[in-house]
């Protein structure tokens, strides 16, 4: 949603000159050899109340409420603006800088809107699937580095919301449905972007794991269940990765908003994890003045509806007291302080492109998974002769992307002219649903390094067309789209658009048929047993194509595995409960987007629960306890090589788990090499949790010991009475291997 405000905003702000705001003051605060807490302190002590409350909330809806849809002048101070997702006026008096804020999950958004460049990333998705904390601790410090060079110096972009529902729209911008994958993830992240001199931050916090209804949806899940899954992920990310900032969802939880919800926020990330930064809530996530502020939240964005004027009658009164508004401004001043927004100001350059290129291309490669590749068609012969057809997916024109406030605007212009909107949709409908293309085009890739073959396109929209060409090819290759977003879910997993019916007639014509998935999530794949290889691409970013060409012709051997389960159909899923149903149309589709903002949004909107079954037990741990096959278990990837485990190996007293791990292949390849563990049957359990990892490159014949830490709340249960962790007593099964459903490694270790 906040990639929509620069639409708002006059010509002239993408002209602002201010990117960092006033200079420092020479008070004691400026010293940076201070830590920041204690700068922190000391800067509170000097503001006045007008000051500090100025400092807990945005400047508005759509930048100044009184403009917001009349098309009045804004007030001045809003020319100072970088144009981005959010903005907190600085403080000249002290020296307190511009909070300028922008969207950054996969790459800065509206930049081009803003007439500036922006590296499309691959999504987060593909990002998890690389199971590679170094990279991604490099993957966001390139975008924090962009956004520095853009002038900001808070990122809004931090996902962490387990995949719970594979329809929800926006699990291209999370990590994944496995509390540690996710949540070390995650903590590499916020390092990445904050070693850039950028405020971090971690979202949507907690259990927003669905777009539809999710202004309203109050989610019922036993304490235990929301430790030991979505609130693990957090935890983890929380205390390895110390974002500067939370942002808090839209939804309910246990009867109360999130954003004003004690036990979330108070209880459980500032006084259970000790965390020292600012709360901040998302969009309009805001309901309230007291209970909110009382509760734990330290800013309202983007507007002033309830932290501005009401926040200090509220103080004046008594109502809130000012140590609480000081907690506030002092965790948002400790995190500016801490990532060295005070000492090294953002100065506007332009950005390493060529730097992104590599980045972008590396992150897609590795995220790239092979889901199946029988009799080896893959990779395909360089030097190949005669006819490869390349079908469908607009891979002559680039490649896809997510849409909603991850969009990264693509350079140059959708490389796909979007289809004229249906009659009858909404602002949010057309922006939402446009599918947007970033200019790599898999076809020139795959042409480039197909240099003997004729390599021939065909756009797919005539299925008989497409067989036909794919008839008489030596190899027939597939890209299938399924465009995803925020503020949308999908009905269901299957390829839009008759695609699965291309698919098939092309699978039926080539028996070398390869299919290229650009998914936001898993998909069904009713012609699976007819196709020879899957590749899921994701959503791969600006070097997309050559990423995937580099796949298919094996300049680079897939490394990625799946951070979530492919369910063969729907019915294999959780089935959440609703307990009311809202209404099917109504202000609530607008969300925060409604005009005269939250106040007006709530009108004609009815909460309802959400109860979610599984629990603890999402994704894989779900399919295991009711055991049910899924299409493709989570951490599942294939290679161009094979590797072999052996040795397995438990010390108790380190809690470590190691094995030797081979190469018996042939090519140089990186293994996923996966430690799964049962607790005791006390724990009643009746599936395998992740407890650790380690990615390793091997070269043919080359054999190595793995050794993997086991990750001590994987070893724990929550204690909902007692309200802490607890390891449980007994014997631990250990399970080691390529994916959750192939550990051909297996052992014990007591815990007494």
């Known amino acids: ?116 460049y922006s590296t499309a990333m691959p999504s987060a998705l593909a990002l998890a699937s690389s199971w590679d904390l170094d990279l991604a601790r490099e993957y966001a410090a390139l975008i924090g580095k962009e956004l520095r060079d853009q002038g900001y110096n808070i990122t809004l972009g931090g996902g962490l919301n387990l995949t719970r529902e594979p329809r929800n729209g926006r699990n291209f911008e999370y990590l994944g449905e496995d509390p540690l994958l996710a949540g070390r993830m995650a903590a590499a992240y916020v390092q990445g972007k904050q070693s850039q001199g950028i405020v971090g931050i971690l979202k949507h916090y907690a259990l927003n794991n669905q777009e539809s209804g999710r202004y309203f949806a109050n989610v019922r899940m036993p304490r235990k269940g929301a430790r030991e899954s979505e609130l693990l992920a957090f935890e983890i990310a929380v205390k390895e990765g110390q974002p500067g900032s939370v942002m808090c969802s839209y939804n309910l939880y246990e009867g109360d908003y999130a954003c004003e919800n004690a036990y979330l926020l108070n209880d459980v990330l500032k006084k259970e994890w000790n965390w020292p930064g600012f709360v901040m809530s998302d969009w309009g996530a805001t309901h309230s003045t007291v209970k909110a502020a009382l509760n734990g939240l330290d800013m309202e964005m983007p507007g002033n509806t309830f932290f501005d004027g009401a926040l200090k009658a509220a103080v004046e009164k008594g109502e809130v007291p000012m140590a609480r508004l000081d907690g506030m401004v002092r965790r948002i001043l400790w995190a500016l302080f801490r990532a060295g927004v005070f000492d090294r100001r953002p100065q506007r350059q332009a950005p390493d492109i060529f730097r992104g290129f590599e980045v972008a291309q590396k992150a897609a490669e590795a995220g790239i998974v092979l889901l199946k590749n029988d009799r080896a068609v893959l990779p395909l012969d360089p030097q190949m002769k005669g006819t490869i057809a390349v079908i469908g997916g607009h891979a002559d024109k680039g490649v896809l992307s997510g849409g909603g406030s991850a969009q990264v605007d693509p350079a140059g212009g959708n490389a796909v002219p979007p289809a004229p909107p249906k009659p009858g949709s909404s602002l949010l409908d057309i922006i939402f649903g446009t599918p947007v293309y970033h200019r790599s085009q898999p076809l020139r890739a795959i042409q480039a390094l197909a240099s003997s073959a004729k390599v021939v396109f065909h756009d797919g929209k005539d299925i008989a067309g497409a067989a036909s060409l794919a008839k008489s090819a030596q190899a027939a290759i597939v890209f299938a789209a399924q465009h995803t977003s925020e503020g949308k879910d999908l009905a269901d997993l299957s390829l839009p658009d008759r695609q699965d019916d291309l698919i098939a007639a092309v699978a039926a014509a080539n028996p070398r048929t390869v299919v290229v998935l650009e998914t936001g999530t898993a998909v069904k794949m009713p012609w699976l047993a007819r196709v020879a290889a899957v590749v899921e691409a994701w959503y791969p970013g600006i070097r997309g194509g050559e990423a995937i060409a580099n796949v298919l012709f094996g300049r680079v051997n897939p490394s990625g595995k799946l951070a979530m389960t492919f369910p063969k159909s729907e019915d294999d899923l959780p089935q959440p409960r609703l307990v009311a149903q809202p209404p099917a149309r109504g202000p609530q589709d607008m969300g925060p987007m409604f005009p005269g903002g939250p106040a007006k949004m709530r009108v004609n909107t009815r909460q309802f629960d959400v109860e979610y079954p599984e629990g603890a037990r999402a994704g894989y741990k779900w399919f295991q306890s009711m055991k049910r096959e ?83 709340l994987a070893l724990a249960v929550f204690d909902e009475k007692a309200g802490r962790w607890e390891t449980p007593r007994g014997t631990f099964r250990i399970f080691a291997g390529g994916c959750s459903a192939d550990t051909p490694l297996r052992g014990e270790m007591a815990i007494q």
């Open 1 to 116: 949603m906040r990639w929509l405000y620069p639409l708002f905003l006059l010509s002239s702000l993408a002209m602002a000159q201010f990117p960092g705001g006033p200079p420092p003051s020479r008070g004691p605060w400026s010293n940076p050899k201070l830590p920041p807490e204690e700068r922190a302190r000391l800067l509170v002590q000097a503001m006045t109340l007008d000051e500090k409350i100025q400092m807990v909330h945005g400047v508005g809806w759509f930048f100044g409420a009184d403009m917001s849809l009349t098309g009045e002048a804004p007030p001045p101070i809003v020319y100072r603006s970088n144009g981005g997702g959010g903005f907190i006026p600085g403080i000249p008096r002290l020296g307190v800088p511009d909070l300028q804020m922008n969207d950054a999950m996969v790459g800065s958004g509206g930049g081009a809107r803003m007439g500036r």
């Open 630 to 712: 899924p299409l493709f278990p989570f951490g599942f990837g294939l290679s161009y090589t094979t590797f072999a485990y052996s040795g397995l190996r438990v010390d108790a007293a380190k809690r470590e788990v190691a094995f030797t791990l081979r190469n018996t292949g042939q090519r140089a390849g990186a293994e996923v090499a996966q430690v799964y563990v049962q607790l005791p049957a006390s724990a009643g359990e009746q599936f395998r949790r992740l407890a650790g990892w380690q990615k390793v490159t091997l070269k043919p014949g080359e054999s190595r010991t793995v050794a993997v830490a086991l990750h001590p």
